[in-house]
T-cell receptor, first 112, second 112 residues
Framework: DVKVTQSSRYLVKRTGEKVFLECVQD?????MFWYRQDPGLGLRLIYF???????EKGDIPEGYSVSREKKERFSLILESASTNQTSMYLC???????????FGPGTRLLVL | RKEVEQDPGPFNVPEGATVAFNCTYS??????FFWYRQDCRKEPKLLMS???SGNEDGRFTAQLNRASQYISLLIRDSKLSDSATYLC?????????????FGGGTRVLVKP
């Protein structure tokens, strides 16, 4: 069974703080993704990576950065958290040959 | 206009009834189509792929209409456990990363 884990289920941060969200997958997948999910807007892609040390911007990268130093780990960084970054953050992974994405349980981030 | 649009619902369905709903996509060059299921406060999971010829998986039937640019999902003999949000997903280009575009979801509530 594919397993994607995220470092926290719930997180509360203050405006201006630097926030790290970690994602780890145990299936040796090349592709990894970060989304945010908001009511009425669905899942929106922030960043993705299809190899170690490689990253590509998604549809809404502003205010975020990512790091992929190891194949199994993909980190999302909020350099200076703002209240409009309060959201559910979902990480996903997939092998290159398949389009199916496997999601982690999500992190609910509240920025005060 | 959103790239992938869905009626958010909710569709209130009596147990045992049939329910069907559509999803429209704007990019005529879209390559692949999927339905994902997301339970309340859980991560999305692949329900089924959608093929040009239509396909069935148990009580679930998916159809693709390329001419009118929509896909549909039909659930027969609805169970209480079918209550979830159904996400329409489109892959525009089969390339490295397999970037998917998600609709906002259609909420289905099956009631006794």
């Amino acid at each position: 069974d594919v397993k994607v884990t995220q470092s926290s289920r719930y997180l509360v941060k203050r405006t201006g703080e630097k926030v790290f969200l970690e994602c780890v997958q145990d299936m040796d997948h090349e592709n990894m993704f970060w989304y945010r999910q908001d009511p009425g807007l669905g899942l929106r892609l922030i960043y993705f990576s299809y190899d170690v040390k490689m990253k590509e911007k998604g549809d809404i990268p502003e205010g975020y950065s990512v790091s992929r130093e190891k194949k199994e780990r993909f980190s999302l960084i909020l350099e200076s958290a703002s209240t409009n970054q309060t959201s559910m953050y979902l990480c996903a992974s997939s092998p290159p040959s398949l389009e199916t994405q496997y999601f982690g349980p999500g992190t609910r981030l509240l920025v005060l | 206009r959103k790239e992938v649009e869905q009626d958010p619902g909710p569709f209130n369905v009596p147990e045992g009834a049939t329910v069907a709903f559509n999803c429209t996509y704007s990019n005529s060059a879209s390559q692949s189509f999927f339905w994902y299921r997301q339970d309340c406060r859980k991560e999305p999971k692949l329900l089924m792929s959608v093929y040009s010829s239509g396909n069935e998986d148990g009580r679930f039937t998916a159809q693709l209409n390329r001419a009118s640019q929509y896909i549909s999902l039909l659930i027969r003999d609805s169970k209480l456990s079918d209550s979830a949000t159904y996400l329409c997903v489109v892959n525009k280009v089969k390339a490295a990363g397999n970037k998917l575009t998600f609709g906002g979801g259609t909420r289905v509530l099956v009631k006794p």
